[in-house]
């Protein structure tokens, strides 16, 4: 019965995600997802019969439900394990082409993984290497957010405060006894 | 792991070239291994086996011209030469390693006029495994 209840949950993620528009031929990072998108109506059959070969449940049967995409990682298509993935749209200038593979190999951090393992590098050098790329990365962002957040809460807890504070007056109760 | 051949007949189906030349392949691999000092360009069958290749040094280039772009260009044109009357319908591309042969062989292979079906980037990268040679001092 838990096993139906997969197969249903199964067919019923599967044509919904087929029924969406196709895939710009964007790159892509996450191997299976995509690549499932395109297949033809025998890959979902194949996945819902191996899905209802499974017996028992365990925790890592639900990890179909939480991430669909990984579900059929490994009946795929592909023969190696690949960083960057690109599909080629038909007629496309070759120089786009060239630009958007680079920029995704960029994004994968390929080139910088590649200089990162050519020599070895001891503690030192890879704590210097750290607190570079963190000056790196919170240069560009953290920057805006966390000064902005404070001066949101300052004013207003000083309003609060003088309200507060103010005791100057007498407080208006209904005295008894009047 | 790998890919499930047959063992039956696998002998048979080993090599491509020798006997057959005219042997029709609609589906074709291209390899690309860039490294800093050279760019090799193997062009092999789904399953992999090698049908041709080439590279920088073999194009005529010699020491540090061998990493050059241009040289990566030569290389992928002369690779291509050699299959381009077998018929190729689809081909796919896998690039490997750093190196400034990358880009040229890529546009080299556009410009052939071959319909690239993907184009992906197979750079091994280990999980922490081997330690790798010491850094040097110049």
Known sequence: ?178 | MGKPIPKIGSRRNGRIGSRKNARKIPKVVIHVQASFNNTIVTITDVRGQVISWSSAGTCGFRGPRRGTPFAAQTAAVNAIRTVADQGMQRAEVMIKGPGLGRDAALRAIRRSGILLSFIRDVTPMPHNGCRPPKKRRM
């Open chain 1, 1 to 178: 019965m838990a096993v139906s209840f997969l197969s249903s949950f199964f067919s019923t993620l599967l044509p919904s995600k087929s029924a969406c528009p196709c895939p710009t031929p964007t790159c892509l990072h996450c191997p299976p997802s995509q690549l499932r998108l395109q297949q033809s109506s025998s890959w979902t059959s194949d996945l819902t019969e191996s899905s209802l070969s499974f017996p028992s449940l365990h925790a890592r049967d639900y990890s179909p439900i939480l991430y669909p995409a990984l579900a059929c990682s490994n009946i795929l298509f592909f023969k190696s394990a690949y960083n960057v993935q690109i599909i080629v749209i038909e007629n496309e200038p070759e120089d786009r082409l060239v630009d958007r593979f680079r920029k995704e190999v960029i994004r994968a951090g390929v080139f910088q993984e590649c200089r990162k393992r050519r020599f070895f590098e001891n503690q030192r050098e890879k704590r210097k290497r750290k607190s570079r790329e963190a000056a790196k990365k919170n240069r560009r962002r953290p920057r805006s957010r966390a000064p902005r957040q404070k001066r949101d809460e300052a004013p207003e807890k000083k309003k609060f405060d003088d309200e507060k504070d103010d005791n100057w007056g007498l407080p208006e109760v209904d005295l008894p006894y009047c």
